[in-house]
C-alpha cells in the first residue's frame, strides 16, 4: 500500500518506522463489523438481487456466481488513526502521515478477512465455502452500488454513515459482499485474478 512491489528493496530506515507506526497505532484501532445474510433471488452478468433490497448493478458474477447466498457486509476501523495521520500531515511529518494511512489501509482490509472469517464459521454449512469479499469501487463495481450494500446492511450499528460524495465516515472502513455456495463449485470457480491481466493491481488475490 506504499508502493513497493515485491522486487523493490525497502529501506532499513522505513521497515523501522512503519514497525514503529503500528505498534504505536494498535491501541487506536477498534475494528468492527455488521453482515447479513440473504438468499441470492437473481444473480446475471450484471446484476444481483437480494430479495426485495435494490439490486447490486455491475460485473457481479465474475466474483459471486456459485453463490447461493450471500453475506452484504460494512467493517470499520474507527477514526483514530485517520485523526492522528492528519495531525502528523499538518505538523509536516509527511511521511509518518503517509504510513499511517497506510497502516489504516491495512487494518480494514485485515478487519474483512477476520468478518470473513465469522461469516465462515457462523454461516457456511458443512459442504459450503465463501467467495472472496467484493467491494464496490473495485474490478468494475460501481462505488456507486454502496447505496445497495448499505440499504442491506445496519451500518449505523457500528457508528459508519454513507456521505452522498460515496466516502464512508469513518474512511478506514469498507463494504461489500461475501457469496456463499457450495464448496467444490467456488473452488472450481476461482477468482477472477486468475484471469485478470493487471497484474499490478494491488488487491490481487
Known amino acids: 500500500m506504499m508502493g513497493c512491489g515485491k522486487q523493490t528493496r525497502v529501506r532499513p530506515e522505513h521497515q523501522a518506522l512503519v514497525e514503529r507506526l503500528i505498534e504505536e497505532t494498535r491501541p487506536r484501532i477498534h475494528a468492527r463489523g455488521t453482515y447479513r445474510v440473504h438468499p441470492v433471488t437473481r444473480m446475471t452478468d450484471t446484476e444481483l438481487a437480494l430479495g426485495s433490497y435494490p439490486p447490486v448493478r455491475g460485473p457481479i458474477a ?20 485517520e485523526r492522528l495521520a492528519d495531525q502528523r500531515l ?92 457450495n464448496s467444490e463449485q467456488v473452488e472450481a470457480h476461482g477468482v477472477p485474478c486468475q484471469w485478470c491481466d493487471l497484474t499490478t493491481c494491488i488487491m490481487r488475490r
Open 90 to 181: 499538518r505538523a509536516g511529518a509527511r511521511l509518518e502521515g503517509y504510513v499511517l494511512n497506510a497502516v489504516g489501509s491495512a487494518a480494514a482490509d485485515a478487519a474483512v478477512d477476520a468478518l470473513a472469517d465469522v461469516v465462515y464459521f457462523e454461516e457456511a454449512g458443512a459442504d459450503e465455502a465463501l467467495t472472496p469479499p467484493f467491494s464496490p469501487g473495485y474490478c468494475g463495481l460501481p462505488l456507486e452500488e454502496q447505496i445497495s450494500v448499505f440499504a442491506v446492511v445496519n451500518a449505523k450499528a457500528i457508528g459508519v454513515r454513507l456521505l452522498p460524495t460515496m466516502i464512508m465516515q469513518p474512511i478506514k472502513s469498507v463494504s461489500g459482499l461475501i457469496g456463499i455456495g
Open 62 to 81: 465474475g466474483f459471486l456466481r456459485p453463490a447461493t447466498r450471500v453475506a452484504a457486509f460494512v467493517v470499520t476501523v474507527g477514526d483514530e488513526i
